[in-house]
Protein backbone atom coordinates (compact mmCIF):
# COMPACT_ATOMS: atom_id res chain seq x y z
CA UNK A 1 0.00 0.00 0.00
CA UNK A 2 0.83 3.54 -0.80
CA UNK A 3 2.19 5.83 1.66
CA UNK A 4 -0.99 7.05 4.27
CA UNK A 5 -1.52 10.55 5.61
CA UNK A 6 -3.09 10.75 8.87
CA UNK A 7 -5.01 13.96 9.26
CA UNK A 8 -7.14 15.34 12.14
CA UNK A 9 -10.79 14.98 12.12
CA UNK A 10 -12.17 18.69 11.37
CA UNK A 11 -15.22 20.20 10.85
CA UNK A 12 -14.26 20.37 6.89
CA UNK A 13 -13.30 16.17 6.93
CA UNK A 14 -16.53 15.46 8.44
CA UNK A 15 -17.74 13.55 5.02
CA UNK A 16 -14.81 11.81 4.84
CA UNK A 17 -15.47 10.21 8.53
CA UNK A 18 -18.89 9.63 7.63
CA UNK A 19 -17.74 7.58 4.57
CA UNK A 20 -15.42 5.47 6.87
CA UNK A 21 -18.10 4.33 9.09
CA UNK A 22 -20.75 3.55 6.34
CA UNK A 23 -18.44 1.46 4.24
CA UNK A 24 -18.19 -2.17 4.59
CA UNK A 25 -17.57 -4.16 7.78
CA UNK A 26 -18.01 -0.58 10.05
CA UNK A 27 -21.51 -1.70 11.21
CA UNK A 28 -20.17 -1.23 14.72
CA UNK A 29 -18.73 1.90 14.13
CA UNK A 30 -22.35 3.41 12.74
CA UNK A 31 -24.00 2.31 15.95
CA UNK A 32 -21.67 3.87 18.42
CA UNK A 33 -19.93 6.93 16.22
CA UNK A 34 -17.16 6.13 18.72
CA UNK A 35 -19.22 7.91 21.47
CA UNK A 36 -19.62 4.49 23.35
CA UNK A 37 -16.64 5.62 26.04
CA UNK A 38 -16.92 9.13 26.49
CA UNK A 39 -20.57 8.66 27.37
CA UNK A 40 -21.74 7.39 30.85
CA UNK A 41 -25.15 6.78 31.02
CA UNK A 42 -26.76 3.43 29.30
CA UNK A 43 -25.69 2.57 26.04
CA UNK A 44 -29.24 0.55 24.92
CA UNK A 45 -32.35 2.19 25.48
CA UNK A 46 -35.40 0.70 27.22
CA UNK A 47 -36.68 -1.70 24.52
CA UNK A 48 -33.12 -2.13 22.42
CA UNK A 49 -33.30 1.28 20.51
CA UNK A 50 -29.98 3.22 19.98
CA UNK A 51 -29.80 6.54 19.95
CA UNK A 52 -27.47 6.46 17.17
CA UNK A 53 -28.67 9.75 15.27
CA UNK A 54 -28.19 11.91 18.82
CA UNK A 55 -24.53 10.21 19.30
CA UNK A 56 -23.18 10.74 15.92
CA UNK A 57 -24.42 14.45 16.22
CA UNK A 58 -22.44 14.70 19.59
CA UNK A 59 -19.23 12.98 18.29
CA UNK A 60 -20.07 15.99 15.40
CA UNK A 61 -20.31 19.03 18.19
CA UNK A 62 -17.06 17.67 19.59
CA UNK A 63 -15.45 18.13 16.46
CA UNK A 64 -16.69 21.48 15.51
CA UNK A 65 -15.32 22.54 19.42
CA UNK A 66 -12.20 21.14 18.90
CA UNK A 67 -9.39 19.76 19.30
CA UNK A 68 -9.98 16.90 17.26
CA UNK A 69 -11.52 13.80 18.98
CA UNK A 70 -9.37 11.33 16.31
CA UNK A 71 -7.46 11.08 12.99
CA UNK A 72 -8.52 10.56 9.61
CA UNK A 73 -5.94 7.60 7.54
CA UNK A 74 -5.92 8.85 3.27
CA UNK A 75 -4.93 6.92 0.48
CA UNK A 76 -4.12 9.52 -1.77
CA UNK A 77 -7.98 11.45 -1.13
CA UNK A 78 -9.78 8.48 -0.37
CA UNK A 79 -10.35 7.79 3.63
CA UNK A 80 -9.96 4.23 4.55
CA UNK A 81 -9.45 4.48 8.32
CA UNK A 82 -10.09 6.27 11.68
CA UNK A 83 -9.12 6.24 15.29
CA UNK A 84 -10.20 7.80 18.12
CA UNK A 85 -8.31 9.37 20.92
CA UNK A 86 -7.59 11.94 23.87
CA UNK A 87 -6.74 12.58 27.22
CA UNK A 88 -8.48 9.55 29.40
CA UNK A 89 -10.68 11.66 31.44
CA UNK A 90 -12.39 12.65 27.64
CA UNK A 91 -13.05 8.76 28.16
CA UNK A 92 -15.39 8.52 31.26
CA UNK A 93 -17.03 5.34 30.80
CA UNK A 94 -13.31 4.29 30.95
CA UNK A 95 -13.29 4.72 35.14
CA UNK A 96 -15.92 2.19 34.70
CA UNK A 97 -14.29 -0.69 32.93
CA UNK A 98 -12.64 -3.74 34.55
CA UNK A 99 -10.31 -4.15 31.37
CA UNK A 100 -9.45 -0.45 31.53
CA UNK A 101 -9.62 0.90 34.89
CA UNK A 102 -6.46 3.46 35.65
CA UNK A 103 -3.20 2.06 36.65
CA UNK A 104 -2.40 5.13 38.72
CA UNK A 105 -2.70 9.18 38.47
CA UNK A 106 -0.73 10.19 35.86
CA UNK A 107 -2.17 12.17 33.42
CA UNK A 108 -2.24 10.43 30.25
CA UNK A 109 -3.81 10.05 26.71
CA UNK A 110 -5.70 7.43 25.60
CA UNK A 111 -5.73 5.81 22.34
CA UNK A 112 -9.27 3.76 21.87
CA UNK A 113 -11.25 2.66 19.20
CA UNK A 114 -9.93 2.02 15.43
CA UNK A 115 -12.16 1.74 12.48
CA UNK A 116 -11.07 0.30 9.00
CA UNK A 117 -13.39 -1.05 6.33
CA UNK A 118 -13.24 -4.53 5.49
CA UNK A 119 -11.37 -3.65 2.13
CA UNK A 120 -8.18 -1.88 3.50
CA UNK A 121 -7.83 -4.54 6.60
CA UNK A 122 -4.55 -6.33 6.54
CA UNK A 123 -2.94 -3.47 5.04
CA UNK A 124 -1.08 -1.43 7.66
CA UNK A 125 -3.90 1.42 7.86
CA UNK A 126 -3.89 0.43 11.76
CA UNK A 127 -0.36 0.70 12.25
CA UNK A 128 -0.35 3.85 10.30
CA UNK A 129 -2.83 5.22 12.43
CA UNK A 130 -1.37 4.30 16.01
CA UNK A 131 1.90 6.08 14.65
CA UNK A 132 -0.22 9.04 13.83
CA UNK A 133 -2.42 9.07 16.95
CA UNK A 134 1.52 9.31 19.21
CA UNK A 135 2.55 11.92 17.16
CA UNK A 136 -0.66 14.24 17.84
CA UNK A 137 -0.83 13.50 21.44
CA UNK A 138 2.75 14.35 21.52
CA UNK A 139 2.08 17.49 19.25
CA UNK A 140 -1.01 18.29 21.87
CA UNK A 141 1.25 18.52 24.87
CA UNK A 142 0.76 14.59 26.34
CA UNK A 143 3.75 13.21 28.20
CA UNK A 144 2.01 9.36 27.92
CA UNK A 145 0.05 7.66 25.70
CA UNK A 146 -2.23 4.47 26.91
CA UNK A 147 -4.19 1.95 24.96
CA UNK A 148 -6.10 -1.24 25.71
CA UNK A 149 -5.76 -3.94 23.26
CA UNK A 150 -6.63 -7.44 22.66
CA UNK A 151 -4.51 -10.24 22.98
CA UNK A 152 -6.23 -13.65 21.88
CA UNK A 153 -6.07 -17.04 21.59
CA UNK A 154 -6.32 -18.30 18.16
CA UNK A 155 -8.21 -16.13 15.41
CA UNK A 156 -11.14 -13.85 16.04
CA UNK A 157 -13.21 -12.18 13.98
CA UNK A 158 -12.02 -8.79 12.73
CA UNK A 159 -15.05 -6.63 13.93
CA UNK A 160 -14.33 -7.31 17.62
CA UNK A 161 -9.95 -6.06 17.24
CA UNK A 162 -11.60 -2.04 17.49
CA UNK A 163 -9.12 -2.01 19.94
CA UNK A 164 -6.24 -3.07 18.43
CA UNK A 165 -3.93 -6.42 18.91
CA UNK A 166 -1.02 -6.37 21.64
CA UNK A 167 1.49 -7.38 18.65
CA UNK A 168 1.07 -3.96 17.29
CA UNK A 169 1.62 -1.83 20.42
CA UNK A 170 4.70 -3.76 21.23
CA UNK A 171 5.88 -3.10 17.51
CA UNK A 172 5.84 0.50 18.61
CA UNK A 173 7.46 0.98 21.16
CA UNK A 174 4.63 0.37 24.12
CA UNK A 175 4.99 -1.28 27.02
CA UNK A 176 2.84 -3.41 29.09
CA UNK A 177 1.81 -2.11 32.33
CA UNK A 178 -1.12 -3.77 33.92
CA UNK A 179 -3.20 -6.38 33.56
CA UNK A 180 -6.70 -6.61 34.98
CA UNK A 181 -8.06 -8.89 32.98
CA UNK A 182 -6.42 -11.90 30.86
CA UNK A 183 -6.29 -10.55 27.26
CA UNK A 184 -6.58 -7.23 27.68
CA UNK A 185 -2.88 -5.72 28.64
CA UNK A 186 -2.89 -1.90 29.36
CA UNK A 187 -0.17 -0.81 26.94
CA UNK A 188 1.96 2.47 27.82
CA UNK A 189 4.38 4.56 26.15
CA UNK A 190 6.24 7.86 27.45
CA UNK A 191 6.81 10.93 25.06
CA UNK A 192 9.43 13.25 25.59
CA UNK A 193 8.85 16.63 25.11
CA UNK A 194 10.95 19.56 24.50
CA UNK A 195 11.51 22.32 26.47
CA UNK A 196 9.61 24.99 24.37
CA UNK A 197 6.82 21.85 23.76
CA UNK A 198 6.26 21.54 27.25
CA UNK A 199 5.95 25.74 27.79
CA UNK A 200 3.44 25.60 24.79
CA UNK A 201 1.06 22.74 26.43
CA UNK A 202 0.93 24.81 29.77
CA UNK A 203 -0.20 27.81 27.95
CA UNK A 204 -2.80 26.00 26.03
CA UNK A 205 -6.30 26.38 27.33
CA UNK A 206 -8.25 23.14 28.71
Not at 52 to 58: D, H, I, P, T
Not at 75 to 100: C, H, I, N, Q, Y
Not at 160 to 171: E, P, Q, T
Request: include cysteine; proline fraction near 9%; hydrophobic fraction near 40%.
Amino acid sequence: MPTLAIRPLTPERWPDLEAVFMARGCSVARGCWCMFYRETGAFILPGGKQPVQARKQSLRDLVTRGPAPGLIAYLGKRPVGWVTLGPREDFRRLARSRAMKAVDDKPVWSIVCFVVPSEFRGQGVATALLEGAVAYAKKQGATLVEAYPKEPEGKVADDSLWFGKKSMYDKAGFAEVARHVPDRPVMRKALRQSPARKKAAARRPP
